[in-house]
């Protein structure tokens, strides 16, 4: 018979497994199994390192233990254990014939040796596995409790099925001194947590809603934001679900055309912007080019850089379509470096910064999923919603329109902006940017002070 002593002994090396489980990230739980007075397995929670629901510490443990015997009946052995088991394992253990179950702290939730239920008291299973708790209970209690209590305070988890790039990432960006703000409730993305900037007085005259695209985000209209901010308006700039400061889901089948465009409406309503100047460009334009029609009476105007209202009615440009086909052979493509090809006075800091919002390729299903998102064909997801946009930009649509092109974009440049133009009721001849490439924002102050100048309060 095995003393006090003997039984914390091995419970606390249990207690190590656990520790590493912690270090892991895993719940932290561990076991040994001992026979004839030597641990002959131990095991720690691997469920999500593993992808197997039955990676609890037990379960590893056994599994160890009977391949080392060479017999899945453990007879003469005792299991240790930091958490009363649950019923998976408790059912383990009786099939394979322990002598002992020795566990340290009780599971009020799902114990299944004696908290919710006691399985080793049933007569009509196996009788011979006794059972003991309240080994160590204090300290393997303890690390279970330091370990979930900052996710207790944590008031802004990221979802299961999302990434969050580490604040690191975004530290000391040349340009970008505003602070982040956040958002994790709005209905259409279900706790996805969206960043946007927010400066300027809420009263201002005018409020500039900067809408980036792909591979872009707010980063991207550094250069105009001081401009209108000194002229005495607000700016909001949104980073999309995916991209920049905003969470980024894992799956590229995430990334629908509705589901980005109600998110825009989702945070437009719930911070009742009024006197809008809607900035656009890429697919900044695409989504945001949507918007008004869903409440007119927020909006004064529209400034509308490189980009294009895909209804599937027209074919999309080669342009665009050479871009789609190199994202699909190019899926790690360099992001900083392509925003730099097209802008030569970038600073490698600027590049950078770029890039900061995707670490590595799991952060990347947002650039993956847009370009084969944009509305192809006449029952392409969004090309409905577009072609009621453009009636609306066409007939129904009051204020006033300020154009830029940027003419040395492949992508989206002059000719697709110039049908653009024939489809917004009032749009004056536009400003031309002739260096300018598709990102047209990085040459953004001459644009945000002939803007100024155009949209009076």
């Known amino acids: 018979m095995l003393t006090p002593s003997q039984d914390a002994h091995w419970m606390g090396l249990a207690l190590e497994q656990a520790r590493q489980a912690a270090e ?10 001992v026979k004839d007075g030597q641990v002959i397995a131990t095991g720690r929670n691997s469920p999500i390192a593993s992808h197997d629901p039955t990676a609890h510490a037990e379960v590893v443990a056994l599994r160890e233990a009977a391949r080392v015997l060479g017999n899945y009946r453990l007879e003469g052995c ?3 254990v930091t958490l009363e088991p649950c019923s998976m394992c408790s059912g383990a253990m009786l099939h394979a014939r322990l002598d002992r179950v020795v566990f340290g702290a009780a599971d009020p939730r799902t114990g ?6 006691n399985l080793f008291d049933h007569r009509q299973l196996n ?3 006794q059972v003991m708790g309240g080994v160590l209970a204090e300290e393997c209690g303890q690390m279970l409790r330091d370990f979930f209590k900052p996710r207790r305070i944590n008031t802004d988890p990221v979802r299961e099925d999302a990434l969050r790039t580490p604040d690191t990432a975004f530290a000391g960006l040349p340009d970008y001194p505003w602070q982040p703000r956040y958002v994790n409730d709005l209905p259409s993305i279900a706790g996805l947590r969206m960043h946007y900037l927010d400066e300027g007085d809420a009263n201002a005259p005018l409020t500039w809603l900067c809408l980036h695209g792909n591979p872009a985000w707010s980063y991207l209209y550094r250069k105009m934001i001081p401009v209108w901010l000194a002229a005495g308006h607000r700016v909001v700039a949104p980073d999309l679900i995916g991209f920049g400061k905003s969470d980024k889901p894992k799956k590229d089948s ?3 055309f509705e589901t980005h465009r109600q998110s825009l409406l989702d945070l437009i309503e719930r911070l009742d912007l009024q006197r809008v100047v809607l900035v656009v460009q890429d697919w900044g334009g695409i989504l945001g080019l949507t918007l008004p029609m869903a409440a007119p009476e927020r909006y004064k105007g529209l400034l509308v850089m490189n980009t294009t209202l895909a209804t599937g009615e027209a074919p999309l440009s080669a342009g665009f379509l050479a871009w789609r086909d190199w994202c699909q052979s190019q899926p790690l493509f360099d992001v900083g470096k392509l925003f730099a090809r097209g802008n030569r006075s970038m600073t490698p800091a600027e590049t950078a910064a770029y890039n900061a919002p995707f670490p590595d390729k ?3 299903a947002a650039l993956r999923a847009f370009p084969p998102m944009v509305p192809e064909f006449a029952d392409s997801p969004g090309a409905a919603i577009s072609r009621q946009a453009r009636d609306f930009w066409r007939n129904d649509r009051h204020g006033q329109t300020f154009m830029a092109i940027g003419q040395q974009d492949p992508v989206l440049g002059e000719p697709v902006m110039r049908q653009l133009q024939g489809q917004i009721k009032g749009c004056l001849e536009p400003m031309l940017l002739p260096d300018a490439g598709h990102f047209v924002q990085e040459q953004g102050r001459a644009i ?8 009076k309060p």
């Not at 299944?112 to 239920?117: E, I, Q, T």
């Not at 945000?448 to 949209?455: D, I, L, M, T």
């Open 127 to 129: 009788p011979q596995t």
């Open 254 to 256: 995430f990334h629908q």
């Open 112 to 117: 299944a040796a004696g908290s919710v239920l």
């Open 362 to 364: 799991g952060y990347r």
């Open 448 to 455: 945000a002070e002939a803007a100024v100048r155009h949209f």
């Open 24 to 33: 892991e990230g895993e719940v932290p739980v561990g076991a040994v199994v």
């Open 78 to 80: 005792t299991l240790y």
